[in-house]
């Protein structure tokens, strides 16, 4: 089944410890995103990667990184979560850039104390 | 940059009724406009788009318009159902930044029977 996994579906950590946010796919896209959700502001995008090796800042990439080594994996990463990132996460893949359908995963809902 | 804002923030109708959910767009640029569902506990899914050299677009109860001039454009349910009630989510993304897609907040649809 064609589909973007997320890892883990809920995760509560504290203030300072790394964490990290996996995802993948199993459709052999070249485009990858992460979007972050919070109440009355949608969806904004966090990084997002159009191929192995190459990624590139969203409109929210403060406080995140991303790697792309695989084709298939795009895992977010937080160094040192604070409160402000507590919010609901999905990862995103295409075909090719955005003018193709994006699929998204079930999303990671991260609390931050 | 682009803005897209969507309104209603939430709608409530009749089983059998119309629903209509609109968004304007800021950049006279934007050629790209999909539609994304999004059901409790999942993440959004494409359900029509369109693109600038249509006005109107069909799939069987679900419509998508397109005024260029006044720069918005609307998704249209017609004799909708319980099973329609979800976020539903517009979205934008301009010729010259394919790699982007700037998001609506949101229009939380409940349909009750």
């Known amino acids: 089944e064609a589909q973007v996994t997320q890892n883990p579906r809920y995760l509560i950590t504290v203030t300072g410890k790394k964490l990290t946010v996996t995802c993948s796919q199993n459709?052999?896209?070249?485009?990858m995103s992460w979007y972050r959700q919070d109440p009355g502001l949608g969806l904004r995008q966090i990084y997002y990667?159009?191929?192995?090796?190459?990624?590139d800042k969203g409109d929210v990439p403060e406080g995140y990184k991303v790697s792309r080594k695989e084709k298939r994996n795009f895992p977010l990463i937080l160094e040192s979560p604070s409160p402000n990132q507590t919010s609901l996460y999905f990862c995103?893949?295409?075909?090719?850039?955005?003018?193709?359908?994006?699929?998204f995963g079930n999303g990671t809902r991260l609390t931050v104390t | 940059g682009e803005n897209v804002e969507q309104h209603p923030s939430t709608l409530s109708v009749q089983e059998g009724d119309s629903a209509v959910i609109k968004c304007t767009y800021s950049?006279?640029?934007?050629?790209?406009f999909p539609w994304y569902k999004q059901e409790l506990g999942k993440g959004p899914q494409l359900i029509i788009d369109?693109?600038?050299?249509?006005g109107e677009k069909k799939d069987q109860r679900i419509a998508v318009t397109l005024n260029k001039t006044a720069k918005h454009f609307s998704l249209h349910i017609t004799e909708t159902q319980p099973e329609d009630s979800a976020v539903y989510f517009c979205?934008?993304?301009?010729?010259?930044?394919?790699?982007?897609?700037?998001f609506g907040t949101g229009t939380r649809l409940q349909v009750f029977p």
């Open positions: 950049d006279s640029a934007s050629n790209y």
């Open positions: 995103a893949s295409s075909f090719d850039r955005i003018n193709s359908p994006l699929h």
């Open positions: 979205a934008a993304s301009t010729i010259y930044n394919t790699d982007k897609l700037i």
């Open positions: 990667s159009m191929n192995v090796e190459v990624t």
């Open positions: 369109i693109r600038s050299n249509v």
């Open positions: 459709m052999n896209h070249e485009y």
